[in-house]
C-alpha cells in the first residue's frame, strides 16, 4: 500500500505561482511513478504531470512550459510548481502513483490522495 496526503492548494490571482507537495509513505516508492493530475468542475479528472524518480518527467500540453514536477527522495515529496497560472487551472488537483508504469490517464494509477483544491481568480 502507498498512502498520500497532498497540501499547498489555495487561492491565486491569474499569472501567480503556487506550489503543492504530495507526501507518500509505505513501500519503495522508487520504482513508483508519482503523478498530479486535476478535475474540473464539470470535467472529467485529467493528466497534469508525472514524475519518475529517476528523474523523468512528464507533462500535458496545457500545462508545458509552466508547471514542473520535482521530488524530494530523501522525503518521499514530490511537488508540482504552478507558475503562470490561468482561471482554466482551477480545479482539485490530485496525488496519485502507479507502480513501474507511466500513466498520463487516470485510470492507469492504483493510488491516490484525498486531494486539494486550487482556484485562480481572473
Known amino acids: 500500500q502507498v498512502q498520500l496526503v497532498e497540501s499547498g492548494g489555495g487561492l491565486v490571482q491569474a499569472g501567480g505561482s503556487l506550489r503543492l507537495s504530495c507526501a507518500a509513505s509505505g513501500r519503495t516508492l522508487s520504482s513508483y511513478t508519482m503523478g498530479w493530475l486535476r478535475q474540473a468542475p464539470g470535467k472529467e479528472r485529467e493528466f497534469v504531470a508525472a514524475?519518475?524518480?529517476?528523474?523523468?518527467?512528464y507533462y500535458s500540453d496545457s500545462v508545458k512550459g509552466r508547471f514542473t514536477i520535482p521530488r524530494d527522495n530523501a522525503k518521499n515529496t514530490v511537488y508540482l510548481q504552478m507558475n503562470k497560472l490561468k482561471p482554466e487551472d482551477t480545479a482539485v488537483y490530485y496525488c496519485?502513483?502507479?507502480?513501474?508504469?507511466?500513466?498520463?490517464?487516470?485510470?492507469?494509477?492504483?493510488?491516490w490522495g484525498q486531494g486539494t483544491q486550487v482556484t485562480v481568480s481572473s
Open positions: 514524475t519518475r524518480w529517476s528523474g523523468s518527467t
Open positions: 496519485a502513483a502507479k507502480l513501474w508504469a507511466i500513466p498520463t490517464t487516470p485510470r492507469g494509477y492504483d493510488y
